[in-house]
């Protein structure tokens, strides 16, 4: 399985950005999906996760201006963020919690550079 990012790019405080990560290769049955940051200096921090069910969860920092959502039958999650900070900065990787019979596996994107300038 291979996750593919993309959305990422340079914004104005307050603005907006949408990423993507799509799934791909031999897949069985993708359960969580979501997003972490890592921004310079600092540890991986979860964003948000969605559940194959769309239910939604997300770290205190970002409630009310990011929305994660799923299209399950393109097997890819997104990333709706909005009113964004200079501290939102960082680096994206979305994952995918794989499962099929006897074995559960998280798989990674490679990461999607999100720089917010004040």
């Known amino acids: 399985v291979q996750l593919q990012a993309s959305g990422g790019g340079l914004v104005e405080a307050g603005g907006s950005l949408r990423l993507s990560c799509a799934a791909s290769g031999s897949i069985f049955s993708i359960r969580n999906m979501g997003w972490y940051r890592q921004a310079p200096g600092k540890e991986r921090q979860l964003v948000a996760t969605v559940t194959n069910a769309h239910i939604e969860t997300y770290a205190d920092s970002v409630k009310g201006r990011f929305t994660i959502s799923r299209d399950n039958t393109v097997n890819t999650v997104y990333l709706e963020m909005d009113s964004l900070k200079p501290e939102d900065t960082a680096i994206y990787y979305c994952?995918?919690?794989?499962?099929?019979?006897?074995?559960?596996?998280?798989?990674w994107g490679r990461g999607t550079l999100v720089t917010v300038s004040s």
């Open positions: 994952y995918a919690d794989h499962w099929r019979p006897g074995v559960e596996r998280r798989y």
